[in-house]
């Protein structure tokens, strides 16, 4: 195997101001007129159009491998980089699915459970329940969260879980005397009636 070159990595602390950064780069061009802007702006297009292929071919090497395919997809700056160029290799559900799953430590930690419902119509439906005051924060982040995992969504719906029911099913206390365990019942009950003195010895 060969010996990989020394090069200067970034860790996560620091891509992001460093994506801030270009952000702002590329507000200000937007607004700059003259030719000089135009054409900065086109070759980051092309720039951003070149890598993503590049990108894209690389998930098509890792596609046989699900280990390796499972680290690109969890590295943070990879999974942002395949959701901008469309090519995230997982479906919509299982990336909203991985989302709540990242949340629910963080949130079990401040008194709240989260459940996947189900993605419907480009809607992700979500199930919270919080038992501090904090709930509109708690809301706020799991829409974020969920959206920066799937940002192809157009809505996060968040609501409280359904209220268990406080009545008892009708099918527990109708026993139907046909039944196997209602005729066994019904036999042992009278299996164990005294006699009476008009019976036989």
């Known amino acids: 195997m060969a010996e990989q ?24 061009l937007e607004q700059t007129p003259g030719r000089t802007a135009e054409l900065a702006l086109e070759a980051v297009e092309t720039l951003t159009e070149v890598y993503g292929e590049a990108l894209a071919r690389v998930t098509d090497l890792a596609v046989d491998d699900p280990g390796a395919l499972d680290r690109l997809t969890g590295d943070e700056l990879l999974r942002h980089l395949l959701l901008l160029h469309r090519i995230h290799p997982d479906p919509l559900e299982r990336r909203v699915a991985r989302a709540v799953d990242d949340l629910r430590p963080q949130l079990r930690a401040q008194g709240a459970e989260i459940a996947l419902i189900g993605v419907q119509n480009e809607v992700a439906h979500i199930s919270l329940s919080a038992r501090s005051c904090g709930g509109s924060a708690l809301r706020d982040l799991v829409q974020e969260q969920v959206l920066t995992f799937a940002p192809e969504l157009s809505a996060v719906d968040v609501v409280a879980p359904a209220p268990a029911s406080a009545l008892i099913p009708v099918t527990a206390l109708w026993q139907r005397p046909d039944r196997p365990e209602a005729a066994a019942m019904h036999g042992a009950g009278r299996a164990a009636e005294p006699l009476t003195s008009g019976d036989p010895a």
């Not at 460093?18 to 200000?28: C, I, N, T």
């Open 5 to 28: 070159p020394n090069v200067p990595r970034l860790d996560d602390a620091a891509v992001e101001p460093r994506l801030a950064r270009l952000d702002a780069v590329l507000a200000q």
